[in-house]
């Protein structure tokens, strides 16, 4: 155990991308979308349990998915759960995050990471994670994790390196690029994804915030005295919504000459869609990965999920997405996944709110 | 209203037709499957219920199905429906109510009726009946509604007739024929589809059964005094299990010569398939039949069936069906309907029986 050591999970995403499965009142972080029989939340905070004790955990959410995470995380006190009153993206919530930590131990140094990644090889995944750790209160730097890339996903933000293995100096980063750029960046073998997850001093942090993102952070430091006191709740109430909404990436990373990453292969997944969630799933000889009670024929290349005790009959689909909720059944072309947001935006206009 | 005049609903049948909507527990008669707000049987209880009062009509029905069609029908005395410890077709059915009915009116003119066949021209029907009855009390003939067919449907039995209107003498029964056999018999114009639904003097059956099916007839005669009696249910008990199971078409109506058929055009269906089902349903401009709550893109053909209140949200399909039950979901092409049975079947085998 690492008493200087703090986790911080960012749980505050609505996460619609699973939809059905997924809704406002239960996003992705708190689902076992995998069927491994843990919430991702939980599996992120397990990830860390045997060398950052659970007092040394915060957990960012939204207010309304506090109890949600009490109770995920039964091990944590409810002054750990760090509630948004509203989502300003990451950098507010990393603020939040380092104020509060300002206040416990000025020596912290903090891990960041999403609540719904999913990481295949945790002791690689520990490995580098330890080194970090090392190298950022060595050299006062923003570490973070790039991931190798298997492909040329047009999903993920691309980092620049100056090392193809190990530690190096982070050159560009690149949101989101078209395919022939996603392209060329994984033939270079310059370029890693950009993982989201980090490890700083709480001190270089709250430097760099102040550094690139004033605004925000002098919002924080007007209220810095009532960081882990009971008048903290109503000094969020008063900073959140003057904050701009922005990301770590955007308002600090991108502008910081202190930002290093770490070249990462730990089987890494941010299972943000239906197809990288089949990608990662066991498949059957027909390419199916199928919930228990699902019968098939004729059918290849589907993801078919169902509720516990359903049976389904499926007969001549391929390379669809068949997802059967209690409320609502979804049967669509994997490839055309990204539509599904046009027809979520539809229900929201139609009256149709209950079923999001 | 005729006094004399009685209608016997049979509605013993465990469908497994309509599966996974029609269930063991509850088959086709009592579902509303073409969500008219009514169940199959109370539509054909109220198609007659104009003419014909509520104490002259008999269920006959599995005693497993009892309560349902009392829940259903709650116009009728317990009396009034008939329970079959087991099926044997419709033969041992007719005369069961045969013998109930001399029991009450020697006089008794009888309409025949299955529980779950669709009629949409309700006034052309109760004209039709009014004629077969009028045929049946004036020549002591066994009259069978004949309906004009439409297609070369392989599914259903041909009536080989000698006049093209009105009522004339049968000349042959065809149960089911191959699909040339029904092209050629559509082309012809000799043909009508067998409706099962009957009309004829309660002696003229009685007759006629004691004629061609002797073996039955005399287990009925032999505890003719306890109909309508409380030692019927007894009698019934020691009858059935000795009954050939046999259907009165092949037993009694393709020997008899006083076979009559009024050749009917009332838009009949036996609604026997999903296929048939999606025939005789409202469809939208893409040719879909679809419940409400049910968005589709690029969707044609399909018939698709969702659970009150539940949202479906299809892309990409053509000519399937898609039925979605609370504890079974079935997406099959249309055209392989008959293959479900085969899923049936394994389910059946493979201790899937609470989905049955």
Not at 281 to 310: A, F, H, M, W
Not at 315 to 339: A, F, M, N, R, W
Request: hydrophobic share 35%.
């Amino acid at each position: 155990m690492d008493n200087k050591l703090y986790l911080v999970i960012m749980a505050g995403g609505v996460g619609s991308r699973f939809w059905p499965v997924s809704r406002q009142n239960k996003p992705k972080q708190f689902l076992d979308i995998m069927g491994t029989g843990k919430s991702f939340i939980r599996h992120t905070y397990e990830r860390f349990a045997d060398y950052i004790p659970a007092s040394n955990v915060l957990v960012v959410t939204n207010s309304a998915y506090a109890d949600l995470v009490a109770e995920h995380l039964p091990e944590l006190d409810r002054s750990q759960i760090l509630c948004e009153p509203i989502g300003r993206n990451t950098a507010p919530c990393i603020a939040y995050a380092a104020f509060r930590l300002a206040a416990l131990d000025p020596e912290a140094t903090m891990i960041v990471t999403p609540a719904d990644h999913l990481i295949l090889d945790e002791n690689e995944f520990r490995a580098n994670i330890a080194e970090c750790v090392e190298f950022a209160r060595g050299n006062g730097s923003l570490m973070t994790l790039g991931i190798k890339p298997s492909r040329p996903d047009t999903g993920y933000g691309y980092i620049q390196i100056s090392n193809r293995e190990g530690i190096s100096q982070v050159r560009t980063f690149t949101e989101k690029p078209n395919l022939t750029l996603a392209q060329s960046f994984v033939a270079s073998g310059e370029f890693v994804w950009n993982s989201g997850i980090f490890v700083w001093q709480n001190t270089t942090i709250l430097q760099e915030l102040k550094n690139y993102l004033p605004g925000t952070f002098s919002l924080f430091w007007a209220e810095k005295e009532l960081f882990n006191t009971p008048a903290e709740e109503e000094a969020i109430a008063r900073i959140y919504p003057q904050c701009k909404s922005i990301s770590i990436d955007y308002g600090v990373l991108e502008h910081s000459s202190q930002v290093y990453v770490r070249c990462c292969d730990f089987g890494w997944s941010d299972l943000g869609t239906w197809a990288s969630l089949y990608q990662n799933s066991y498949k059957d000889e027909q390419g199916n990965s199928l919930d228990r009670g699902v019968i098939t024929s004729n059918t290849t290349n589907c993801l078919v999920r169902t509720p516990e005790e359903k049976l389904a009959v499926i007969d001549g689909l391929d390379d669809y997405i068949v997802i059967d909720t209690d409320d609502v059944l979804l049967i669509y072309p994997k490839s055309k996944e990204q539509e599904i947001k046009q027809v979520t935006t539809r229900l929201q206009l139609e009256d149709g709110e209950k079923y999001l």
